[in-house]
């Protein structure tokens, strides 16, 4: 690994792309250290300890929701825009058609991914100042009136516009998708503070335990995440004009995991939001308060009803988004066109059907992966309340992970063309 990565260094466009992502990094942690002015630290702090779903949106930006940074909001608008641009493609005629035209298309969703973004960042601003002033965070008033709010609004807006425009150069002029980088880099910022926790209070046999399980778990991950069914595919020899093209075998790769984490932010969004809403409620009295209070108390992070209920709406999600991502009929119908077929299975609806009983039964061993993955830290702190901060472990390690297998393929695939030897063998 380490000589493939010498290599990499060696070859200079390579060395360019690595350095510049490295660069735009420091520019990212650079941003999240610079706070927008009218909030208490310490009811911040208190705050996002108490409300899991904050706490997951300070996963995503590095930490710097925790500071009320200029970009507090992190890429979280355009990942919320992104979820809508796919779901409305499985369901919107034109952007279907628009899916299909390859890359000019694929460019022009992007687009209009990220012009969605801005009011999206805009009323996650919004509602992001209107909870904290809720909540007694902010020092200042809340009023769109004022110049502190707007200023405040804007400022969050602009920090979030900037870390996707980041992203882009990324993707563009370094190695990886840039997303994926900000969020790496937000989520691996964190090490430095667990590391300092760990040294002021030193336990040997926690971190030898720790480290089995993150070994372990990081082998899980990959094992899952890069686990695939490949179907057989048989191309006939077909004649088009004057030339006659010979037919061949390949194989069509159907993932086990197809959805990522999406399943695990619908369902921790999912699950919080009746909380939050009937947190608004406890102190009316009467019926409303104790319906409300019953709701806040059997939704918590410490009770049994959230752990079964987060496995069961990851599991669930699951299943919905791979939906979404996978059409088997337009699959079906592309190997038509194109003359392919599997063999022992002919074309049109029999195809179809096959390829949607293969993709629910994989689906099964990716939707329990992701299950566990995010239900098992909370389960852990809930048999161990020492461990009850590792609520979000799970879902960091498999972003971490995720990135860094597919940015080593990516740089793998640069090394090949220059025949160095890979990162993956």
Known sequence: MFEALFNAFRAPDLRRRILYVALIILVFRALAHVPVPGVDPDKLKSFLESNAIFGLLDLFSGGG?????????????????????????????????????????RTKINQYT?????????????????????????????????????????????????????????????????????IFAGIVSRAPAAMTGFLSNPDLATVVLFGLLGVAAVAVIIYIQEGQRRIPVQYASRVRGRRMYQGGQTFLPLRVNQAGVIPIIFAVSILLFPSQIASY????????GDVAQGVVTWLSQGSWLYVAMYFL??????????????????????LRKNGGFIPGIRPGRPTQDYLARVVTRITVAG???????????????????????????????????????ETMKQLEAQLLIRQYEGFIR
């Open 367 to 405: 939707a329990l992966f992701l299950g566990i993955v995010a239900a098992l830290p909370p389960f852990v702190g809930l048999v161990q309340p020492q461990y009850s901060n590792l609520a979000l472990g799970g879902t960091g390690i498999l972003i971490v992970v995720s990135v860094v297998v």
């Open 313 to 334: 709406l990851t599991v669930g999600f699951t299943y919905f988004y791979t939906a979404f991502t996978f059409k088997p009929d337009e699959t079906a119908e592309q």
């Open 65 to 105: 929701l925790a500071n009320f940074s200029i970009v507090a909001l992190g890429v979280n608008p355009y990942i919320n825009a992104s979820i809508i641009m796919q779901l409305m493609t499985g369901v919107v005629p034109s952007l279907q058609a628009l899916q299909r035209e390859g890359e000019y298309g």
């Open 281 to 288: 409620f406890v102190n009316s009295g009467g019926i409303v």
């Open 114 to 182: 990220r012009y969605l973004s801005v009011p999206m960042a805009l009323l996650q601003s919004y509602g992001f100042l209107a909870l904290l002033f809720s909540n007694q965070v902010l020092t200042t008033d809340f009023d769109l009136g004022s110049w502190e709010t707007l200023t405040q609004i804007v400022t969050l807006t602009a920090g979030s516009v900037v870390l996707m425009w980041l992203g882009e150069l990324i993707t563009e002029k370094g190695i990886g998708n840039g997303i994926s980088f900000i």
